[in-house]
């Protein structure tokens, strides 16, 4: 403790406004700097200096113009060949066929031994022969041939009507 019997705060407060005081006594001057003479954004090549423009002071429309100046210039624009997202993914590009077969049998490894069913293909056949083919499971390519799919008895087709 000190000795003329001060206790901590009081001192502390005293030291603290003692420091202070110094600082109060003397206003800071601004220091007044001469404006800078820009030269216009549309004068502006690659080789010019551009750090005039960055400072802080500078109206932001008017950095905005240096900028667009500067990185309109075509070595800034070069494609790299790295970026993915260039390419017209508008086109088509067929898968192969084997790769199509190669991903069908993990399909159907995957999906536990079941096989998918494979997708309807268009016919000339009527809504009645469409559902026949359906209920049987024969293909249009049976349908549209005459004969029977295989496994099918070849009378499975004929008119039950007919039996005479």
Known sequence: MAEDGENFLARWSRRKLDTAKPAA????????TPPVELPSPDSLTFESDFKAFM?????????RAALKKLFS??????????????????????????MLASLEHSKATLSGGRTPEPAP????ATP???????ETG?????AASGEPAAGVPADAHADPRQDT
């Open 25 to 32: 006594a003397t206003p800071a001057q601004p220091v007044a």
């Open 73 to 98: 210039d075509p070595r800034f624009n070069v494609m790299d060949g790295l970026d993915i997202y260039i390419d017209d993914y508008s086109k088509d590009d067929p898968i192969p066929a084997a």
């Open 55 to 63: 400072r802080a002071k500078i109206d932001e429309g008017v950095k």
């Open 138 to 142: 024969d293909s249009a390519q049976a």
């Open 121 to 124: 293909q268009e016919t000339d």
């Open 128 to 134: 009645a022969e469409a559902a026949l083919l359906a």
